[in-house]
């Protein structure tokens, strides 16, 4: 049997931990006036690094699956196992928890034909995104056969960068411009052959200017206003997608040599949908102390220590929950 690649595996365990941080330190930062400044720095510091989990997720969804052949059947198969039916999963999931909270006539109620256009839950808009991005595949292996890649890579850049510096010009590229790009660069740069260690030198520097530069204007800007502002945050800011590139070629072919920590790894990558999906009730049910005690990035007024203890109880319950729902052979595919 062909040995597993190791690397894909090791992007998306950091991505999914990555995004457990973002939603766990976001109470801290939403809350710029009423936490101490040094706290604030610190989960600013910690959102700022983590912004590249969705660009990381995208691109190396776009590795794997832009490798692969598939014709429409086969495609349409692939969708709807991968990505339709854990949105329709996680979408009643969450729907049947807030009736829990609000009766039985919510979930009767519900305007269940609002799931066209907005998720159930404020997280699962990533599954919307993916599952229209996996139905543009075809189109996206077009640009690959036709040799387009560098060039489609490059109007995306153009196009995201003045969206960002607010040049006001008419530039309709929306529908395949939101992500599609990370796609086609994760297919471009997983099939690099070999990157040198210059490049990725280079990669290290540039990820870590963007990241000062992610950092020091989400704090001067909100500073300014008194308030949060998320302008250089967004998963499409060019500090964003320069920090996002930069940090897959440097995982690009990494490797581990210890196995108990590839196996843990490959383990958390398997599970990584699954913990996507369950982690923002894992949050929530923390805070609320469901599980008799008290745990929140809020905890003693956002403190440092509250916003860490907050992220890995998080990271670590929800990955035991998907493990342990694992083994219920109906969600098997569903959580991994």
């Known amino acids: 049997m062909q040995e597993r690649v190791f690397w894909p595996d090791l992007v998306r365990c950091f991505a999914i931990f990555l995004v457990v941080v973002v939603h766990t330190s976001s109470p801290v930062v939403l809350s710029f006036s009423e936490v101490e400044p040094r706290d604030w720095l610190l989960a600013n510091a910690f959102d700022s690094f983590a912004r590249v989990s969705v660009p990381l997720f995208f691109m190396i969804s776009g590795y794997l699956v832009l490798n692969k052949d598939y014709n429409f059947i ?62 543009l595949i075809p189109f996206m292996k077009a640009f690959i ?29 929306d529908p395949i411009s939101k992500f599609a790009g990370y796609m086609l660069i994760g297919y471009y740069i997983g099939n690099i052959k070999e990157i040198s260690f210059r490049i990725k030198a280079s990669c290290f520097i540039f990820f870590f200017v963007c990241f000062l530069i992610t950092f020091i204007k989400t704090y001067q800007l909100s500073f300014e206003a008194g308030e949060f502002v998320k302008k250089y945050y967004s998963y499409r800011s060019p500090n964003v997608m320069i920090m996002s590139i930069c940090l897959f070629i440097l995982f690009k072919d990494a490797d581990m040599r210890s196995c108990v920590m590839k196996t843990f790894i490959t383990k958390i990558s398997k599970y990584a949908l699954g913990i996507y999906g369950i982690h923002v009730l894992v949050i929530h049910l923390l805070s609320i102390g469901s599980f008799g005690f008290s745990i929140s990035a809020m905890g003693y007024g956002g403190s440092g220590l509250a916003l860490i203890v907050s992220i890995l109880s998080v990271f670590i319950v929800s990955f035991l929950v998907v493990m342990l729902l694992g083994r219920i052979k109906i969600v098997k595919n569903i959580l991994g």
């Not at 009736?99 to 990533?126: C, N, R, V």
């Not at 490059?154 to 003045?162: D, G, I, M, P, Y």
């Open 145 to 173: 056969e036709k040799k387009l890649v560098i060039y489609f890579m490059v109007f995306w850049f153009s196009k995201e960068f003045l969206g960002f510096m607010s040049v006001d010009v008419y530039w309709r590229f």
């Open 74 to 135: 086969s495609n349409i198969f692939r969708v709807t196992k991968r990505v339709l039916i854990p949105l329709i999963f996680w979408s009643f999931f969450y729907i049947s928890y807030a009736a829990t909270e609000y009766g039985l006539s919510y979930f009767i109620e519900y305007d269940y034909m609002s799931l066209l256009k907005s998720p159930a839950q404020y997280h699962l808009w990533f599954l919307y995104d993916i599952f229209f991005l996996y139905l």
